[in-house]
């Protein structure tokens, strides 16, 4: 990663994940659901840039048993293509195989962009089982 990044254990504060959510194309939370997200949140990091500002991130979801999911991958746009995603999985997979269980199950939802990143660190489709999701209103 380039010196003018450094990796931070935890989320990044409540404002930043919400901006770093939108800003990179992910789904707007309100507030009350981000504050959720990060305090229910098994792992986490994030990325500062030289001056100080957060401009990556990403979580893990899980049960400290067997089963993680990673989530909330997300790059500000004016900071990508620099490395820091992959740096950030990379970060969440080697804390979750430091503490985790041997054997542990790591899942995450996949979108287009991010695909390459993802199969280029090990993980794989989940063929012939089928992502769902439903938004509860």
Do not use: K, N
């Not at 994940?17 to 990179?24: A, F, N």
């Not at 939802?109 to 938004?135: E, F, K, N, T, W």
């Amino acid at each position: 990663m380039d010196d003018d990044y450094r990796i931070v254990e935890g989320p990044p504060p409540l404002d930043d994940y919400l901006r770093l959510r939108c800003d990179s194309g992910l789904t707007p939370v309100r507030p009350d659901q981000g504050a959720g997200a990060i305090s229910g949140s098994w792992s986490a990091c994030h990325v500062v840039a030289a001056d100080g500002a957060p401009v990556a991130m990403g979580r893990v979801l899980g049960d400290g048993g067997w089963y993680f999911h990673i989530a909330d991958i997300a790059t500000d746009p004016a900071h990508q293509r620099r490395g820091l995603g992959r740096r950030v999985l990379e970060w969440l997979i080697a804390d979750i195989r430091t503490r985790a269980p041997e054997g542990a199950y790591v899942s995450l939802i996949g979108d287009p962009p991010g695909q390459r990143l993802y199969r280029s660190l090990g993980l794989d489709d989940v063929a012939p089982s089928l992502g769902m999701a439903a938004v509860l209103r």
